[in-house]
């Protein structure tokens, strides 16, 4: 059975700085990660899709890689913002079927 | 146009009453979800419907009911709920199954539900 977790489940960090929210998964037959950004008592907004075969995929200040043969997916976040501080959370697709695996996320703030 | 529309976004409720939570979406998307989320909790899927069928229902109580009137809706009518039920309630929709290149998700803003 799959699970997901990230760590860690809170970060608070001075503006500016390079961060890496990490998410990890116990099967690696995984085709794609998502990763999403929430705000408090918002929805998820889709921040990126990395496809197995890709790696890694970029977003403005925001990279994703994925390694699936150690189950780990790192998100980094350059130059850190006020504005970037949300939950965020990753999610594992069971394969064949319309089921996400999501983690349990990892509450960022930063501060000015 | 990658947007989830929820309505309302706010719900009170007694315990007896009966309302209805609406999802519409126009990407043409062929799956459409419920999912129920607990403070500081990740979503837990609730149903997902996909070409208008149910093809997931997560052994949800029967007080909550689905309904997909066609591509673009997805309903859900609650009925008798519990104060326990009070949450947030997040649809979403994707082009494909999980896994697949285009199943990426694309959630609502969410109705915020309180039931006394």
């Known amino acids: 059975k799959q699970e997901v977790t990230q760590i860690p489940a809170a970060l608070s960090v001075p503006e500016g700085e390079n961060l890496v929210l990490n998410c990890s998964f116990t099967?690696?037959?995984?085709?794609?990660l998502q990763w999403f950004r929430q705000d408090p008592g918002k929805g998820l907004t889709s921040l990126l899709l990395?496809?197995?075969?890709?790696r890694e995929q970029t977003s403005g200040r925001l990279n994703a890689s994925l390694d699936k043969s150690s189950g780990r997916s790192t998100l980094y976040i350059a130059a850190s913002q006020p504005g970037d501080s949300a939950t965020y959370l990753c999610?594992?697709?069971?394969?064949?079927?319309?089921?996400?695996?999501f983690g349990t996320g990892t509450r960022l703030k930063v501060l000015a | 146009d990658t947007e989830v529309t929820q309505t309302p976004k706010h719900l009170v409720m007694g315990m007896t009453n009966k309302k209805s939570l609406k999802c519409e979406q126009h990407?043409?998307?062929?799956?459409m979800y419920w999912y129920k989320q607990k403070a500081k909790k990740p979503p837990e899927l609730m149903f997902v419907?996909?070409?208008?069928?149910?093809?997931i229902n997560e052994s949800v109580p029967s007080r909550f009911s689905p309904e997909c009137p066609n591509s673009s809706l997805l309903n859900l009518h609650l009925h008798a709920l519990q104060p326990e039920d009070s949450a947030l309630y997040l649809c979403?929709?994707?082009?494909?199954?999980?896994?697949?290149?285009?199943?990426?998700?694309?959630f609502g803003e969410g109705s915020r539900l309180t039931v006394l």
């Open positions: 979403a929709s994707s082009q494909d199954m999980a896994g697949a290149s285009t199943g990426e998700l694309f």
């Open positions: 099967d690696s037959a995984i085709y794609n």
């Open positions: 990395i496809q197995s075969s890709q």
């Open positions: 999610a594992v697709p069971t394969s064949g079927t319309y089921k996400y695996i």
């Open positions: 990407m043409g998307h062929r799956a």
């Open positions: 419907y996909s070409y208008e069928k149910l093809s």
